[in-house]
């Protein structure tokens, strides 16, 4: 009787077990698993296609240039003079002489140096202004500059043209952003708001105070003459000190003159003598009315450097210069024999 009684007891754990497995398995089919995240497919795109990189909504730096204001001309409405004057607009340069090369037995590069407050150079800071614009040689070369009349270089040998743009940086600077105070925020400046300005530099022509000039003195044997020919024209800038004298003067650009000829045909030059003779700026130059004095030259200078480079006195600066155009005239005078 025992013996059947635990038997009976342990079918009935048996049975339990059994029932308790499959209903752990049941529930382990039955549990829900989270639905994956559904991906948006695009429509007309590859399949290999890459998502644009975002827009860059900040606003972009302005670039600050420098700039030279000059004044357009202004053409008179009535005929400012009793005459006609037609001379001007039909002024053409003469042709230069053709020398061979075989016929220039001598040849010397000279540059030379005018100063504008001298009394024979008036007529480079001649101020006024008339129909084709202010009259100074510095106004006539930057017009011609930024019209594209001329070509601007960076050194005497014509070797890198320079932009309007680098003149301008070079003669007013690049504009620059200082603080002011704020009177429209704050009246009195109790608040002490303060705002941007931006602040550009006026061209002041009475900076250039020199222009340099390259020659070339030629001896043609052919017509037994001494022949001069500018090749540049540089305006050269007063390099200031803090205390305002000038430390130093630099060339700011050089020009081509037989480029720069046609155009300065059409400008006339400050005569004090005579107003209704005056000539062009072109006739100046070829005939020489201006003083000068060489600063450097290709005679006896294997170092190529200008005289106040192995001279430091003035005095003797101006003795030396005029000792170079002496051995210029000796030569060709030498020539001759009585």
Known sequence: MKKNLIRLCMLAMAVLLVVGNVDAQTKKRTVKKKPAKKTVATRNKPADATVAPAKDTTKPVAILQADIKLDTPRR??????????NLVKDRTPLPYEHIREDDAVYRQRVWEEIDVHEKMNLPFVYKATEDNGNQRLINILLVGIKSGQITAFEDDRFTTPITFQQIAENLVAKPHVIQVPDLDKDPDGSKGLMRDTLIQEDFNPDAISRYQLKEEWVFDKESSRLH???LGVSPMKD???????????APVFWVYYPDLRPMLAKFEAYNGKNYGARMSWEE????????????KSTIDNPGDQYIEGYIKDNILKLLEGE???EKIFNYEQDLWSY
């Open 76 to 85: 008179s409405l009535r005929n400012d003079a009793i005459i006609e004057r």
């Open 228 to 230: 001069v020919r500018i």
């Open 239 to 249: 390099i200031l000190q803090p205390d305002g004298s000038v430390r130093a003067v």
């Open 284 to 295: 100046l130059f070829e005939s020489r009315m201006f003083a000068g004095r060489i600063v």
């Open 323 to 325: 000792k170079i155009k």
